[in-house]
Nanobody, 121 residues
């Protein structure tokens, strides 16, 4: 099993910055990919960014150039999402997801509890 804990959310003015962190713990062999998703009120949960265990990062178009996902440690079990030039439309609950290998042939996705990000205009 994998437990994910997010931190770093809060209230910020438009144009400001926040840094989110996600830490994975539990019993697993490795973390393949770590993701950040977000869900605004009344909307579906959408992918924001992802980073592989090899360090390759991908972003959706509307955060490209503003957000940076990074691995804090070599095992990719702690990741950060640096969010700059925040806009009111970035307001959402941000969730971390881990694609983890528990043992050979057993790969599962796990979600964190989410952290609120509110950007005021």
């Amino acid at each position: 099993q994998v437990q994910l804990v997010e931190s770093g959310g809060g209230l910020v003015q438009a144009g400001g910055s926040l840094r989110l962190s996600c830490a994975a713990s539990g019993t697993f062999n490795s973390i393949n990919i770590m993701y950040w998703y977000r869900q605004a009120p009344g909307r579906q949960r959408d992918l924001v960014a992802a980073i592989t265990s090899g360090g390759r990062a991908n972003y959706v178009d509307d955060v490209q150039g503003r957000f940076t996902i990074s691995s804090v440690n070599a095992k990719n079990t702690v990741v950060a999402l640096q969010m700059n030039s925040l806009k009111p439309e970035d307001t959402a609950v941000y969730y971390c997801k881990a694609n983890a290998r528990l043992r050979i042939g057993e790969v599962y996705d796990y979600w964190g509890q989410g952290t609120q990000v509110t950007v005021s205009s």
